[in-house]
T-cell receptor, first 114, second 116 residues
């Protein structure tokens, strides 16, 4: 079975500061990892995904994540936070890519301080 | 176009009502999903359809009945729901080339369901 753990249910950063959202995974097979963002009263939007190959993955809106097998981590970063980044962020894992659905972490609420 | 549409946006129903949620995509995707998301919680997988066949049912109560009439449409029929079933119901779709591990799921905006 696969699972992900997101450390910190709430993260607060100042506008312009580094954003770091933590995700650790547990998987008996090579995982496929995803970060999604959810704005209030909306569906989920894919930020980026790791399948195989390059361990540093670049996504939309200036976000990137690095897959570290030795640390079983897939942390999400953005060099400079913007007010529009305030949202709920979910890390998710799948054993078979899309075919088996996604298992989500509990989410991290990102707050941007002006 | 990477759009998944869901109707209605909001639904209020009584415990004795029968209603349906609808999801549609025109991206040629062959896998479609239903997730349930309670307030302040992550989405939880309910059903997966692959090539119009139900492939995963995550032990969902029978008062939820999915249907995939064709490759573009996914319905969720609701009957005799309980107040604890109130949630945001999200539909997603993915291309699902069989065995393709690089699938991306595209989510609709959801239907917010309230059961009185």
């Amino acid at each position: 079975a696969q699972s992900v753990t997101q450390l910190g249910s709430h993260v607060s950063v100042s506008e312009g500061a580094l954003v770091l959202l933590r995700c650790n995974y547990s998987s008996s097979v090579p995982p496929y990892l995803f970060w999604y963002v959810q704005y209030p009263n909306q569906g989920l939007q894919l930020l980026l995904k790791y399948t195989t190959g390059a361990t540093l993955v670049k996504g939309i809106n200036g976000f990137e994540a690095e897959f570290k097998k030795s640390e079983t981590s897939f942390h999400l970063t953005k060099p400079s936070a913007h007010m529009s980044d305030a949202a709920e962020y979910f890390c998710a894992v799948s054993a078979k890519g899309g075919a088996d659905g996604l298992t989500f972490g509990k989410g991290t609420h990102l707050i941007i301080q002006p | 176009d990477t759009e998944v549409t869901q109707t209605p946006k909001h639904l209020v129903m009584g415990m004795t009502n029968k209603k349906s949620l609808k999801c549609e995509q025109h991206m040629g995707h062959r896998a479609m999903y239903w997730y349930k998301q309670k307030a302040k919680k992550p989405p939880e997988l309910m059903f997966v359809y692959s090539y119009e066949k139900l492939s995963i049912n995550e032990s969902v109560p029978s008062r939820f009945s999915p249907e995939c009439p064709n490759s573009s449409l996914l319905n969720l029929h609701l009957h005799a729901l309980q107040p604890e079933d109130s949630a945001l119901y999200l539909c997603a779709s993915s291309q699902s080339q069989q065995g393709d591990s690089t699938d991306t799921q595209y989510f609709g905006p959801g239907t917010r369901l309230t059961v009185l």
